[in-house]
């Protein structure tokens, strides 16, 4: 009887849980009146109080592999404060189907074409009714983009960079400069405090130096106990981007500041859980045994081996089969891993043709894209996918299938011991980090991917074991994951035009 009660309650608690979560988040668009423009292809989205109230622009960009959506929070609370903000995708990124092109290492490549991509969204910006003065605002990457324009651009009156990182910057430029980190950033804190003290050697955080009103302001703030992406969400980092733009603009520090971030973390942590009472729905095709325990040397051969193998491997060839940047070796690096993992398997005898493992992967797949996945793209980063992407997505999964797969079978679909899985887990990792290390110019975006994949393992590694668990077929959630993983990064890397 309580086996049959625990899969209702944990189904109702997660759905009473996700509603919560939801109908918080979309108090956060209440009496917001949104729009969409695009603007030479690049997608952006308009937010204002309602009636075309007058105020100043805050144009709002992303940072790599960001998409607007990571960048809610700012366009809400400023938009509430009576701004009309206006994020956009960068080229390569989100919705915006134009790939990034040029020389990613050179300021003259990329980093000029993205800052004429700004320039452009700026003007038709201000083109907006009731548009009344100019702010830019960027996280990661987009600092230096804004940053570059703002110095360039005399209608900027204001310019905050969240986790910032940009060699243009001067003691009095750009004009009116808010600098905010996170507390845990680290090298990124550091650059904060070179850059204030080109205004003032002895300045230091939560200080304002300089002149608004001549567009000489300076301030730097760490928002505590936060990283590169938990920055986004901190209420510092909105409270001060708001109070900032208001200081320049002179508007009145009345508005309310939403937490979002503690809302996403329960949104996802309760979208997730409900894949442990569906996963249940599968015991009808359980199987009839679990799956057998790798002896030891097997594990260690089928964990350790592609490990090290992979990236030897791959080091001295040149990929580049895919206009995505990194994702073609990723892809290529997953197959050869899995491959591997799966060959020692086979060899031991540990694998099996498994038609009603590969039929349950069906509604593994469609739970992760379309509900999970679903969630992700209305709250926290852009998920759909855009026809350029479809057959990107199509190659990464060719590649990660296998790679799920082993790790389903390493991990005895979720009955291995907790030592067992994450030895399989580091082990992954580790060998991305390895290929980073041998070839660091050409794999470096690879280290901005590894949390994401990280990420994967902690939650949907979590879905693979309950999965594995109630019907005793590793081959669902593998196959299943491995399409999701396939799509997840497919979606996520920006499209690249060398």
Known sequence: ???????????????????????????????????????????????????????????????????????????????????????????????????????????????????????????ASLALPGADGLAVLGHSMATDIIIRHAIADPRVQATVAVSMFSSAVTGDAPSNLLIINGEWEGRLVDEAARVIALTDPSAGFDQTLGDLANRT??????????????????????????????????????????????????????????????????????????????????????????MIITPLVLWPMEIGFLPVLVADYLAIHFAVYGLISLAVLWRAGALHLDWAGALLAIPITLFCILIFGGVLDRYVASFLAVEARIWIIAAIALGAIPFMLADSYLTEGGRAPLWRVLVVRISALASLGIATALDFDGLFFLLLILPIILLFFLIFGTVSGWVGRATHRPVAAGLGLGIFLGWALGVTFPLFAG
């Open 1 to 123: 009887m309580r086996q049959s009660v625990w899969p209702l309650l944990v189904l109702f608690v997660a759905l009473a849980l996700a509603g919560l979560s939801a109908f918080k988040l979309e108090q956060g668009r209440a009496g917001l009146v949104t729009s969409k423009m695009s603007v030479d292809k690049t997608p952006a989205t308009i937010w204002r109080l309602p009636g075309e109230a007058s105020g100043p622009v805050v144009v709002i960009a992303h940072g790599f592999a960001g998409s607007q959506q990571l960048m809610l929070g700012f366009a809400q609370t400023l938009a509430r404060a009576g701004y009309i903000t206006v994020a956009y995708d960068l080229k390569g990124h989100g919705r915006n189907a134009v790939p990034m092109s040029g020389d990613v290492t050179s300021i003259d490549g990329t980093t000029r074409l993205l800052v004429e991509e700004l320039a452009r969204v700026i003007d």
């Open 217 to 306: 302001g300076r301030r730097a703030v760490n928002a505590p106990n936060v990283e590169h992406v938990g920055v986004l969400y901190a209420p510092t980092t909105l409270r001060e981007s708001r109070d900032w733009l208001n200081a320049v603009f002179n508007r009145p520090n009345d508005t309310p500041i939403k937490n979002r971030g503690g809302w996403i973390v329960l949104l996802m942590m309760s979208v997730a859980a409900l894949a442990w009472p569906l996963a249940r729905l599968g015991r009808p095709l359980r199987s009839s045994a679990p799956p057998a325990r790798p002896p030891s040397g097997m594990f260690w051969c089928a964990t350790l081996s592609p």
